[in-house]
Each structure stands twice: as structure tokens, then as C-alpha cells.
């Protein structure tokens, strides 16, 4: 199986495809818009590489600024497949952000190659899928990267929002996509208060409800709907992660601020300011959920990337150690 899969400064090259990073090949396969998975890919487009993502990903892409022409867009449902050189490529869904998937290589030799990309709730909300090389990125990939509270961190925000909302609006800061996964949870719970989004966030959520994603209630921050909700002091606002250092918008209001991140191990809430909170909320896997992939998946050979990793080397280590998987980091 040597000689199957390279990685080259993060991109996963199978065959005629480069997956989440660059190459001049015929394919340029994207799991989800984060940026350190889109890395170049203005480059990828100008090569003429054909670039495949979900429906949505590729419409996420357009809204933060990637122009993708006609001959070179290939949306592709979890269902269809692609052929390659010497097998076929498809998707697997998983649990990371809407629109993101893991990829499955079948070769017609019988050997599988399986990249997760980023997600979380193995077993749970993201397939394990059998594998004979598997592709991780071990984002939490030291032991002690373990948050003990994942089972109970939706509740928690969930609460959290409803107790503050009691008491003024609230402003959520997260990355891109994350946003869209907090929304649907907040829905699917039960809070109904409106969703106030600049202009990309609100764009993004059209394609995501155009894709069969229910969010409703929400509006552009510039619209007069939105100004008369927001003197009325009932809302929520999404932004992006980087904004809430020093964001102006809506200060008036005197919200209370939520900044989602999973680099907090120690403790679900921690308050930052007066009316400011971190919430251990990720989109991530932690050391055990990755482990548990690896076990499960149970494949012959472990390539950790390390471009997307931290702590790779232990990562490897303790998988050939734990779980007697020869594993390699590239």
C-alpha cells in the first residue's frame, strides 16, 4: 500500500485528486470552507483544477469571495461518486460544520483510503468508516487535550443564551459554519429569538436554508426589520470569531458576549469581563474522539498530517501503543 497516498504541505494527494490543499492536478476536492482547508485555492482554480465539494460548500465558497467558473464547479451529494485513475471517490457525512464531509477512495484494487477531515461525535453523529489507510488531522492530538464536559457543552450554551436573553440581547462570536451549527441548535431548542447577521453570515444562511438547513427568523444587520428588533433588546447576533476583540457594533446595547472555542479543557464557562464569557464549544473531536475513530476504523496504516495537527508525533505514538496501529505523520 506504500505509495497510495501522499501529503504535501497539508493537501491529501489519491491518485488524480489533491484533497484540502494544492497540487496541479485534475481534482481539487474541498471538505469544508475553513481556510487552513482552502489554503490556495485561487491557485488550484487558475491551474484549471476541477474543484469538487458539497453543494453547499462550494456556494459557501462564492460567499467569501472564491470565484469557482461553471467548467470547473463539481458539487457532488453524498451519494455520487467520482471517477478516478484507478477507483472512485465519494463522500461520507460527518459532524464538524454544515457542508462538511470525510472522503472515501476505493480503489479497484480493493484498498480503501479514508481522510476525515475535520469532525466530531464519532460513532455518535459521524459514520466510522472501515479503513485500510487513514488520513487524520489530529487538531487535539495530545492526551491531556480531553474536555471531560463534550456530552453536556450543548445544554450548556443552550442554557446559558436562554438565562441571558431573560435579561438583554446576546452576541455570539464563532467561526465561520460553527455559526450555522449553534443557530440550528438554538432552534432545535426552542429559542425563538430573532438572528441578527452581517451581510456574508446572512448570505451564507440563505444558501444553507437553499440547501434544506431550517435556521428562520433571522436578518441582515442593515435591514429596518432588523433595527426595530434590535430597540427592542430581543436578540441574537452572530459575528465572526476576530470580531469580537474589538467589534463596535450595537455597543448602545450593552450586550452581553459569547466567544465559542475549543481550546478550553478545564471548565465549560469561563468568564472573561464583566458581560463576556468563553464557551468551550467545539467543532472538533478531542484526544479521546480521535482515538476512538482510529480504533473503530480499524484500519493497517495511520497517516497523521501534521500541517493540521498538534501534537502528531504523540498522536502517532500513542496509537501504535494503544492500539497496535503502525501510524506515521507526514
Given at each position: 500500500?506504500?505509495?497510495?497516498?501522499?501529503?504535501?504541505?497539508?493537501?491529501?494527494?489519491?491518485?488524480?485528486?489533491?484533497?484540502?490543499?494544492?497540487?496541479?492536478?485534475?481534482?481539487?476536492?474541498?471538505?469544508?470552507?475553513?481556510?487552513?482547508?482552502?489554503?490556495?485555492?485561487?491557485?488550484?482554480?487558475?491551474?484549471?483544477?476541477?474543484?469538487?465539494?458539497?453543494?453547499?460548500?462550494?456556494?459557501?465558497?462564492?460567499?467569501?469571495?472564491?470565484?469557482?467558473?461553471?467548467?470547473?464547479?463539481?458539487?457532488?451529494?453524498?451519494?455520487?461518486?467520482?471517477?478516478?485513475?484507478?477507483?472512485?471517490?465519494?463522500?461520507?457525512?460527518?459532524?464538524?460544520?454544515?457542508?462538511?464531509?470525510?472522503?472515501?477512495?476505493?480503489?479497484?484494487?480493493?484498498?480503501?483510503?479514508?481522510?476525515?477531515?475535520?469532525?466530531?461525535?464519532?460513532?455518535?453523529?459521524?459514520?466510522?468508516?472501515?479503513s485500510d489507510i487513514l488520513i487524520i488531522d489530529a487538531v487535539y492530538g495530545r492526551p491531556d487535550y480531553v474536555r471531560p464536559f463534550d456530552d453536556d457543552v450543548e445544554h450548556i450554551l443552550n442554557s446559558f443564551i436562554e438565562k441571558l436573553l431573560r435579561n438583554g440581547p446576546v452576541h455570539?462570536?464563532?467561526?465561520?459554519?460553527?455559526?450555522?451549527?449553534?443557530?440550528?441548535?438554538?432552534?432545535?431548542?426552542?429559542?425563538?429569538?430573532?438572528?441578527?447577521?452581517?451581510?456574508?453570515?446572512?448570505?451564507?444562511?440563505?444558501?444553507?436554508?437553499?440547501?434544506?438547513?431550517?435556521?428562520?427568523?433571522?436578518?441582515?444587520?442593515?435591514?429596518?426589520?432588523?433595527?426595530?428588533?434590535?430597540?427592542?433588546?430581543?436578540?441574537?447576533?452572530?459575528?465572526?470569531?476576530?470580531?469580537?476583540?474589538?467589534?463596535?457594533?450595537?455597543?448602545?446595547?450593552?450586550?452581553?458576549?459569547?466567544?465559542?472555542?475549543?481550546?478550553?479543557?478545564?471548565?465549560?464557562?469561563?468568564?472573561?469581563?464583566?458581560?463576556?464569557?468563553?464557551?468551550?464549544?467545539?467543532?472538533?473531536?478531542?484526544?479521546?474522539?480521535?482515538?476512538?475513530?482510529?480504533?473503530?476504523?480499524?484500519?493497517?496504516?495511520?497517516?497523521?498530517?501534521?500541517?493540521?495537527?498538534?501534537?502528531?508525533?504523540?498522536?502517532?505514538?500513542?496509537?501504535?501503543?494503544?492500539?497496535?496501529?503502525?501510524?506515521?505523520?507526514?
Amino acid at each position: 500500500m506504500e505509495g497510495f497516498v501522499e501529503v504535501r504541505s497539508g493537501g491529501i494527494v489519491v491518485d488524480e485528486a489533491v484533497i484540502d490543499g494544492y497540487h496541479n492536478l485534475k481534482f481539487r476536492v474541498a471538505t469544508h470552507i475553513h481556510s487552513d482547508h482552502t489554503v490556495n485555492m485561487d491557485r488550484s482554480i487558475s491551474y484549471g483544477s476541477r474543484i469538487v465539494g458539497t453543494n453547499l460548500t462550494l456556494k459557501w465558497l462564492k460567499c467569501l469571495g472564491v470565484q469557482i467558473p461553471g467548467s470547473q464547479y463539481i458539487p457532488l451529494g453524498i451519494d455520487d461518486s467520482i471517477r478516478l485513475s484507478n477507483g472512485r471517490l465519494r463522500f461520507e457525512s460527518c459532524l464538524h460544520i454544515p457542508g462538511s464531509v470525510q472522503v472515501v477512495y476505493d480503489r479497484d484494487d480493493g484498498v480503501r483510503v479514508v481522510y476525515t477531515g475535520d469532525f466530531k461525535k464519532p460513532s455518535v453523529k459521524t459514520p466510522v468508516i472501515d479503513s485500510d489507510i487513514l488520513i487524520i488531522d489530529a487538531v487535539y492530538g495530545r492526551p491531556d487535550y480531553v474536555r471531560p464536559f463534550d456530552d453536556d457543552v450543548e445544554h450548556i450554551l443552550n442554557s446559558f443564551i436562554e438565562k441571558l436573553l431573560r435579561n438583554g440581547p446576546v452576541h455570539v462570536y464563532a467561526y465561520y459554519g460553527k455559526i450555522h451549527e449553534v443557530m440550528l441548535m438554538l432552534r432545535e431548542n426552542d429559542v425563538v429569538a430573532p438572528f441578527i447577521l452581517p451581510p456574508t453570515h446572512y448570505m451564507m444562511t440563505r444558501y444553507a436554508e437553499s440547501s434544506g438547513l431550517r435556521i428562520n427568523d433571522y436578518l441582515p444587520l442593515t435591514s429596518s426589520e432588523a433595527g426595530e428588533i434590535i430597540r427592542d433588546k430581543y436578540y441574537i447576533y452572530f459575528n465572526h470569531y476576530s470580531n469580537h476583540f474589538n467589534e463596535q457594533y450595537l455597543n448602545s446595547n450593552n450586550p452581553y458576549r459569547i466567544v465559542l472555542s475549543g481550546w478550553e479543557f478545564n471548565k465549560p464557562i469561563r468568564k472573561l469581563s464583566n458581560r463576556k464569557w468563553l464557551i468551550a464549544f467545539s467543532d472538533h473531536s478531542d484526544f479521546n474522539g480521535l482515538l476512538e475513530y482510529v480504533k473503530y476504523s480499524n484500519p493497517s496504516k495511520l497517516i497523521v498530517n501534521r500541517r493540521r495537527s498538534n501534537g502528531a508525533y504523540e498522536f502517532a505514538k500513542y496509537v501504535e501503543e494503544k492500539l497496535n496501529v503502525k501510524a506515521e505523520v507526514r
